[in-house]
């Protein structure tokens, strides 16, 4: 027998000593230490210098914006809208956010979520102060979407058929977003959509983001080259479509179904040398898995709902959903045809139902604007600002969209491999530009061409600023490429920058209405009978179209500046010969208007003044209310007047 070996005394051997498989003998557990154990180590993390200049400028812009809203002279706007108003802080602030985001960049590739605040931090600096300082709707024109989301809801019915006033006959055979506006309005149990509209931009943007990271991923690996991306588009999008209005839902709409197809619908066989590293960009993602025709059927099954949503909603974005769809299918990755059918006959099946009268008067159309390159392209009715905000706001306009082109260009020449790899998005972002030569869409086509371009040549910009990272062996090409990305991305940044405050706010002093204008307007609309004719310069003011299935609405000088000079020569007989007999007519002339129709060019310098001073001086027109943001006129014919 072999003797007894004694059992070991774990009792003073040290935990880690023990073997795995024996229990410890138990233990009373420790007193519980008083000190935080990982809030020092926690500190000095934060505190590291890569993380300090991440998250401090952060913090640091987020308070010196909101120091600096309070001191931002709104009601006191001159040439220059809010660009003289903003303090320095607000600037500053500005200034901050880009140096953070620049340094989060380096932490991308690890922690995407410090540039992904950062862009969520700038689009709120850029767009929220309306927001926050306003006390009535931003841009007066939106208004109009809060009386049709009030007629919805008070009426409860829809007619596509019926003749209104002011265009407003599409809202309602347009009227998607109107009814989800309307529930948002029952929902949230407030008075009108006007209560929340002045914050849809900051929704709007926040919802796009995540669709343009599902975008861009799909062609890139570099987040950097991502969230640079993000960063461009907020600054380039200036042109002032995410408000309140169907165009911005819409657009929200349309890019997720391209995102949606150009990660789901890649056929079998059809990515070649493009799943090949050594071929690609270093930056370049590998063409996502391919998709059997069960799975693609399944997909535009799922899409259908969104196309739906996208062609109840608004007019013209269809048309470029089907445009950039049929764009696709010039690749062999994405070459559908049953989407691009699907998508057609949705559109084609809403505008011959319930859009019939708009598509039919829009078709009658084509005859006169097909092929006229230069009237389509046009901004606007007069196409001519005048005033120092409006030329700076109009300068920067082109300014901006000549530097995203220009530095989009500069990728496709150097980043060959990716652009290669991302044609696709390329292509979806020219489908829109044939449109110029179909149609002018009431002055806005170049806007609208240049919003549908955006989100691909934001990308192609961001790829010319931000070089692959280790893509380089030569050292001469290496200090090029670094060179770009400390000192020319920075320096583009701070320009676009630069851009996009005079393109947004520089016409500010015709977007925001005192009150008190708002209340003349309504007051004056609402002691108006049934059936009269309400006439004004332009449609841009507050509560123009209130009460717009009750009564008329003339906006008498929306036309060619040559137009209205002959008006002015005899401004009440003009109005006088187009009022029909009988109808009651009240003109009305506000602080607003005036402003917009000298800034867009509508009227020659004075001629608001001279317009108001001899409609008050007619016999054919008197005075029911005259007040300093505008004056009331009631239309009184005198028998020598109306031919009676």
């Known amino acids: 027998m072999q003797p007894r070996v004694p059992a070991p005394d774990f009792g003073t051997r040290p935990a880690e000593d023990r073997p795995e498989t024996e229990d410890p003998a138990p233990t009373h557990p ?14 000095r993390h934060l505190l590291r210098p890569q993380l300090l200049f991440t998250w401090l400028p952060l913090l640091a812009g987020a308070a010196l914006w909101t120091y600096s809203l309070p001191r931002t002279g709104f009601r006191s706007m001159g040439d220059y809208g809010l660009l003289d108003r903003f303090p320095g802080t607000f600037y500053a602030a500005l200034l901050l956010l880009t140096c953070g985001f620049l340094a989060a960049l380096r932490r991308a590739g690890t922690a995407p979520w410090w540039p992904a605040g950062y862009c969520v931090a700038l689009l709120v600096a850029l767009k929220a102060p309306p927001a926050v300082l306003y006390d009535s709707v931003r841009y007066p024109w939106a208004s109009k979407h809060d009386a049709v989301v009030n007629q919805f809801l008070l009426n409860g019915e829809l007619r596509p058929n019926g003749a209104l006033s002011g265009n407003m006959s599409a809202y309602d055979q347009w009227p998607g977003f109107f009814t989800l506006v309307g529930g948002l309005v029952r929902a949230f149990g407030v008075d009108g959509a006007a209560v929340f509209l002045n914050w849809a931009p900051i929704v709007l943007g926040v919802l796009m983001m995540p669709v343009l990271v599902l975008l861009y991923r799909t062609f890139t690996e570099d987040w950097r080259l991502v969230w640079t991306a993000v960063w ?8 002032g479509q995410d408000y309140l209005a169907p165009q911005g839902f819409a657009y929200l709409l349309h890019l997720a179904v391209i995102a949606v197809v150009l990660r789901h619908f890649v056929l079998p066989g059809s990515a070649g040398r493009l799943r090949d590293r050594s071929f690609l960009d270093p930056a370049s993602a590998a063409v996502p898995p391919p998709t059997g025709t069960r799975q693609r059927a399944a997909g535009v099954a799922v899409l259908a709902p969104l196309i739906l949503a996208v062609n109840a909603s608004h007019q013209l974005t269809p048309v470029m959903l089907c445009v950039s769809l049929f764009a696709l299918t010039l690749t062999r990755r994405y070459r559908n045809y049953g989407l691009l059918a699907v998508a057609a006959l949705i559109m084609l ?24 390159l230069t009237q389509n392209s046009r901004a606007g009715y007069a196409g001519q600002l005048t005033g120092p905000g409006p030329e700076l706001a109009g300068l920067a306009n082109v300014s901006m969209v000549l530097a995203v082109a220009a530095l989009a260009g500069v990728a496709l020449l150097l980043r060959r491999r990716l652009v290669r790899a991302a044609l696709p998005l390329l292509l979806v972002s020219l489908a829109p530009v044939p449109l110029f030569v179909v149609n002018d869409y009431g002055g806005e086509m170049l806007f609208r061409v240049y919003l549908f371009g955006l989100p691909g040549a934001a990308f192609f910009a961001a790829a010319a600023l931000v070089p692959a990272a280790g893509g380089a062996r030569r050292p001469l090409r290496r200090r090029a490429r670094a060179l770009t990305l400390h000192c020319a991305l920075p320096v583009t940044l701070l320009v676009l920058l630069a851009g996009f405050l005079p393109s947004y706010y520089g016409k500010e002093k015709m977007y925001y209405t005192p009150p008190a204008e708002t209340a003349l307007v309504t007051r004056t609309i609402d002691r108006a009978p049934e059936g009269a004719l309400i006439l004004a310069t332009t449609g841009s003011f507050p509560q123009a179209l209130h009460r717009y299935d009750q009564v008329g609405h003339w906006f008498f000088a929306e036309q060619e500046l040559p137009e209205n ?36 060019g509508l009227l020659p310098p004075g001629g608001f003044d001279t317009l108001r001073s001899r409609l008050t001086t007619s016999p054919l027109f008197r005075v029911v209310e005259d007040h300093p943001y505008g004056t009331v006129l009631e239309y009184r014919p005198t028998p020598e007047g109306d031919g009676t």
């Open 565 to 600: 000079e002959r008006m002015l020569a005899d401004p009440a007989r003009h109005l006088s010969d187009g009022i029909p007999p009988g109808t009651d007519a009240y003109v009305i002339l506000t602080r607003t208007q005036d402003i917009y129709a000298a800034g867009e």
């Open 30 to 43: 420790p007193p519980p230490d008083p000190r935080p154990r990982r809030a020092l180590p926690r500190l």
């Open 349 to 372: 099946a809403w505008d011959l139902t319930m859009g019939r009268p708009l598509f039919l008067e829009t078709l009658g159309t084509l005859r006169d604007s097909l092929g006229r």
């Open 232 to 239: 461009i588009f907020q600054l380039a999008n200036w042109v």
